[in-house]
């Protein structure tokens, strides 16, 4: 082999070494080399942020709002009490409870007012001297011996009204008694009496004499006398209905001039 031959193996052995050398750098540093993000990366993120910045509306400015709150209505005043004024009965028959709308008394008729507060004593055949027949939640006693149950009921007004059971018999000095011992008892009440009746057209002759016993009795004490006049329409026994409401009539009439004084 010729030196020139030689020579230019040689050469054509370096040359190929230093191209592998070259060749094997360059993959290294191909490898070493993390992958780089594409070059449109950058503005794709940069223009989606935009976008969603731009497409988001602002949060609306809160505007001062007057105060609407309802003021709460104010609780209605309470109606003020109806004054209560106390009345006790104490009477016979005529005045007596009764369950029956057609027996009904005058006492009935009235209790129905608000402002009254009737508590009924009343017993069949009391007089001023003669004891009642029956006593279910009253003294068996005439009308002297009755003070102690109506004063006990601490009353504002007693209404006093009978008579007639005593028959022809004078009552002057028991009516005297019977109101000159209310009075005692009840210095500061309105005492009313009213005037006897009899269930009957007829006037027995003894009844002015009784009406005037009790006038005198109660006007003596400073009480009040009613007049009913003779209206005692019944059967001899009981009043008949139309008597009894003209007596509620006056008696309520009575009781509105005394607790409107």
Known sequence: MSTKLLRRDTLLSTGGLVILALIAVILSVVALTPPSAPSDAGSYDKDLLETATATEEPAPTQEPTEDVSVEPEPAPEPEPAVPTTRVVVIGDSYSVDSDDPAQQTWVNLIAG????????????????????RVCDNSPCEPFPGTVEAVAAQAPDIVITFGGAADGDVPIGPAAAQYFEALR??????????LSPIAASETVPDWLPLHVQSVLSGVEAVGG?????GYIGIGDSVTLSAESQTQIAATVQGALDGVTQQ
């Open 224 to 228: 009040l006398f009613v007049d009913l």
């Open 113 to 132: 007012n608000e402002s009254w507060e009737v508590v009924n004593l009343s017993a069949p055949g009391r007089g001023f001297i003669t004891a009642p």
């Open 184 to 193: 005692a008892a009840l210095p500061e009440a309105t005492i009313i009496a």
